[in-house]
C-alpha cells in the first residue's frame, strides 16, 4: 500500500524501528501532554477559504534570511540519524538538497559535518549548536560550520539540561548515543575512542554571551526555543536574526504551550524586526498553511523526516518532502492563495472546540 501522508510513515517507522530508537524519536518529557498538545492545537484552528480567485498558477516559493527555497518547509535540527539509516544524516541532506529546502544539522549529528557539506554541496543549510562549556569547541564548531558553508547559526535556547525522558530512561540509552557523535571529538580521537561521554550543554550560557558569537562569526543567528513575548523582545534588543517558536516536540519542558499557540505572542512582539519560524506538530500542509497565517515564515519538521529516513533513507525523506509540500500546494490552491505572501491572518479562525 502506498504511504499518502505523514502519519503512514510514523507507522511504518514504529514497525521497522527498534523499541529503543522509536521510543527515542517519538517520546516527549514527563507525562508528553505538549509533545501531544502541538498536533492538537492546529486542529482549533479553522481555516477561511476564499474562493474564485484564479488559481492555476500557485507559487509556493519562498527566501529565509535572503535564500530562496522551493516551500517554507525545512528540516529541523535532530540528533543520531545513524540510528535510523546507516549513512544517517548524508542521505537527510541530500534529500533536502533535491527538494529545495533548509536543512539544519544538530550538534548531535552522527556524521561529521565534512562529509554532510560535501554530500550535499548545493543544499542550504543551517548549523544548529547547544553550546559547549568549553568556549574553544564552541569556536571550532562555528568556525567549522561557517567555512563548510553552513548559512546560518540557529542556538538552541530551551536545553540547558536535558528534559526527563521516561522512556530513554527506561531503554538506557545513553551509552549507545554517545558513541555515535563525531562532531565534539578532536580529528584525532573521532574514529579511535571505543567510549565518548556526551559533554554537557553549557547552562550558564545568557544572553549577555550573544555578543560573543556575534564577535567570532558573521553568520546569521537565530534562537530556536523562544516562546514568550519577554524573551522574544530581548532577541530583538540583541540583535538576532530570527526566532524559531519551538517546545523542542514536547521533549524538554511539559506543560508548556504548544508552538502554534506561542507563535503569535512572539510574532506581535519581533514587530518585524526579524524572520520568525515555528517547529512542532507540523503533519499536514493545512498546518503549514496556518502557521504561516499566523506569522510564521518557514516551518520546520522533526519527527517526519526520522520516519521517513526509517523507510527508505535519502528516497524516504524525499518523499517525506514531496508528500508535504504538495500538500501545502493543495492547501494553498484550496484557499485561493497564489503565492505566499497572499497568506494572511484573514485566513484562520479559531474554533470554540
Ligand atoms: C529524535 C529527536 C532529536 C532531536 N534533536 C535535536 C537536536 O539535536 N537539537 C535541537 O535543537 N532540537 C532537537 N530536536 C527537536 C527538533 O528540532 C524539533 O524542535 C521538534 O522535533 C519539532 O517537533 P516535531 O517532531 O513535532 O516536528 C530533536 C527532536 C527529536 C524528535
Not at 518529557?29 to 474562493?51: G, Q, S, V, W
Not at 558553508?149 to 530513554?168: E, Q, S, Y
Not at 550560557?205 to 524573551?231: A, H, V, Y
Request: aromatic share 8%; proline share 4%; with cysteine.
Amino acid at each position: 500500500m502506498p504511504l499518502v501522508c505523514l502519519t503512514d510513515f510514523q507507522a511504518y517507522a514504529q514497525e521497522h524501528l527498534s523499541k529503543s530508537t522509536w521510543d527515542f524519536i517519538e517520546g516527549g518529557a514527563d507525562e508528553c501532554f505538549t509533545r501531544d498538545d502541538n498536533m492538537a492545537a492546529f486542529k482549533k484552528i479553522r481555516l477561511r477559504p476564499r474562493y474564485l480567485r484564479d488559481v492555476q498558477e500557485v507559487d509556493t516559493r519562498t527566501t529565509v534570511q535572503g535564500e530562496e527555497i522551493t516551500a517554507p518547509i525545512g528540516i529541523a535540527p535532530t540528533g543520531f540519524h545513524c540510528l535510523v539509516w546507516p549513512d544517517g544524516e548524508m542521505s537527510t541532506a541530500r534529500a533536502a538538497q533535491a527538494a529545495g529546502v533548509c536543512y539544519v544539522t544538530s550538534t548531535y549529528a552522527s556524521c561529521p559535518l565534512e562529509d554532510i557539506a560535501a554530500t550535499a554541496p548545493r543544499g542550504l543549510k543551517w548549523f544548529q549548536l547547544y553550546m559547549q562549556p568549553d568556549r574553544q569547541l564552541n569556536k571550532q564548531l562555528v568556525q567549522r560550520a561557517e567555512s563548510l558553508g553552513f548559512r546560518a547559526l540557529v542556538i538552541t535556547v530551551d536545553a540547558p539540561k536535558i528534559g526527563n525522558r521516561r522512556r530513554d530512561f527506561r531503554n538506557q540509552l545513553n551509552l549507545k548515543m554517545n558513541l555515535l557523535l563525531k562532531d565534539l571529538r578532536s580529528p584525532k580521537e573521532r574514529n579511535s575512542m571505543p567510549y565518548f561521554q556526551m559533554s554537557p550543554i553549557d547552562s550558564s550560557f545568557c544572553w549577555n554571551d550573544l555578543s560573543w558569537l556575534q564577535s567570532i562569526s558573521r553568520l546569521p543567528i537565530i534562537l530556536k526555543g523562544i516562546l514568550t513575548k519577554e524573551d522574544a523582545e530581548l532577541a530583538v534588543k540583541h540583535n538576532v536574526h530570527g526566532i524559531i517558536v519551538s517546545n523542542h516536540g514536547g521533549r524538554q519542558l511539559d506543560d508548556v504551550p504548544a508552538s502554534i499557540d506561542a507563535l503569535t505572542e512572539v510574532v506581535a512582539a519581533v514587530k518585524g524586526k526579524m524572520e520568525v519560524y515555528l517547529d512542532g506538530g507540523i503533519r499536514t500542509g493545512n498546518d503549514v498553511l496556518k502557521a504561516l497565517a499566523l506569522g510564521a515564515k518557514c516551518v520546520f519538521l522533526g519527527r517526519p523526516v526520522l520516519w521517513g529516513l526509517a523507510y527508505k533513507g535519502e528516497h524516504g525523506v524525499e518523499e517525506v518532502l514531496n508528500l508535504i509540500k504538495n500538500e501545502f500546494h493543495t492547501s494553498m490552491t484550496l484557499t485561493g492563495c497564489r503565492s505566499v505572501a497572499e497568506i494572511n491572518q484573514d485566513l484562520v479562525q479559531f474554533s470554540r472546540l
